[in-house]
């Protein structure tokens, strides 16, 4: 038995197969959305992103253009994710 089909096995059922690897696969894609949206902001604006957009010291524009952005993009491809990945029948 391989070590994917003792893993597969470990779990009890296909819907919790699915929940773990949604998971991860979102873990994931969250890092590479934010740093994406930050190479944008960068090219776009030529400033680096807010680090901290309750920070006083970052214009409110700013700090909501941020804030929308990031949210909005990351729940997006959260949810794209979640409608479309499934992991196949295991006969």
């Known amino acids: 038995m391989s070590l994917l089909e003792r893993i597969i096995d470990s779990f ?12 991860g696969v979102t873990m994931v894609s ?4 934010r740093r994406i949206i930050e190479f944008g902001w960068k ?27 990031l949210g909005v993009t990351s729940s997006l491809v959260k949810l794209f994710i979640q409608r479309n990945m499934t992991w ?3 006969n």
């Not at 969250?30 to 959305?33: E, F, K, S």
Request: glycine share 4%.
């Open 12 to 23: 009890d059922s296909e819907e919790q197969l699915n929940s773990w690897i949604i998971g």
């Open 30 to 33: 969250a890092v590479l959305v």
């Open 43 to 69: 090219r776009a604006t030529h400033q680096d992103p807010p680090k901290d957009p309750s920070d006083r010291d970052v214009s409110l524009r700013q700090a909501l253009t941020w804030t929308l952005l």
């Open 88 to 90: 196949g029948n295991r």
